[in-house]
T-cell receptor, first 113, second 115 residues
Framework: GQNIDQPTEMTATEGAIVQINCTYQ??????LFWYQQHAGEAPTFLSY????GLEEKGRFSSFLSRSKGYSYLLLKELQMKDSASYLC??????????????FGGGTRVLVKP | NAGVTQTPKFQVLKTGQSMTLQCAQD?????MSWYRQDPGMGLRLIHY???????DQGEVPNGYNVSRSTTEDFPLRLLSAAPSQTSVYFC??????????????FGSGTRLTVV
């Protein structure tokens, strides 16, 4: 099975940087995803890591260390619209699992002016 | 392109009633899944399917049934609703390859209350 941990809530100021950590323990690993979810809405895909290192997409970056079972999502130049929950998810290994994801509890980020 | 369509958006059931949540996608995705999300929590997997005719249980399958007779549709059935099933339900789909960056496309969710 999968065990995924993330902080429950974080607060940051507009224009600042916030780093959301995710640690996982898995029986099989085949990639890690980050999703953004605004209140009352469905999650939307943000980033994907399968190899160690940093993936950058504009203001958002995601890092993975497979040996440490650790990932983080970095949000730079925070904007008010970045106030949302951020969900870390791990994909199972194995063809039978297809694209099966296990999600962490999510980190609620509040951006203050 | 409609993406993933979930119906209904809202539903109130009485304890013991049954109902089916509908999910349809028009992207020819092999993989479909159902999650529930309780207040302040992440998504918990109920059932998933890697293709037509193939389904499997997720983390919290009790009280729910699924079938996958076509690639497009993946309905979720509540057999006898209980207050513990009050939640927001999301359907998600994607291509099935386990070797690529296939993020999910989510439906807009069904908010279910069981009284």
């Amino acid at each position: 099975g999968q065990n995924i941990d993330q902080p429950t809530e974080m607060t940051a100021t507009e224009g600042a940087i916030v780093q959301i950590n995710c640690t996982y323990q898995t029986s099989g690993f085949n990639g890690l995803f980050w999703y953004q979810q605004h209140a009352g809405e469905a999650p939307t895909f943000l980033s994907y890591n399968v190899l160690d290192g940093l993936e950058e997409k504009g203001r958002f970056s995601s890092f993975l260390s497979r040996s440490k079972g650790y990932s983080y999502l970095l949000l730079k130049e925070l904007q008010m619209k970045d106030s949302a929950s951020y969900l870390c998810a791990v994909r199972d290994r194995g063809k039978a699992a297809g694209n099966k994801l296990t999600f962490g509890g999510g980190t609620r980020v509040l951006v203050k002016p | 392109n409609a993406g993933v369509t979930q119906t209904p958006k809202f539903q109130v059931l009485k304890t013991g009633q049954s109902m089916t949540l509908q999910c349809a996608q028009d992207m020819n995705h092999e993989y479909m899944s159902w999650y529930r999300q309780d207040p302040g929590m992440g998504l918990r997997l109920i059932h998933y399917s890697v293709g037509a005719g193939i389904t499997d249980q997720g983390e919290v399958p009790n009280g729910y049934n699924v079938s996958r007779s076509t690639t497009e549709d993946f309905p979720l059935r509540l057999l006898s609703a209980a207050p513990s099933q009050t939640s927001v339900y999301f359907c998600a789909s994607s291509y099935s390859s386990a070797a690529a960056n296939y993020g999910y496309t989510f439906g807009s969710g069904t908010r279910l209350t069981v009284v």
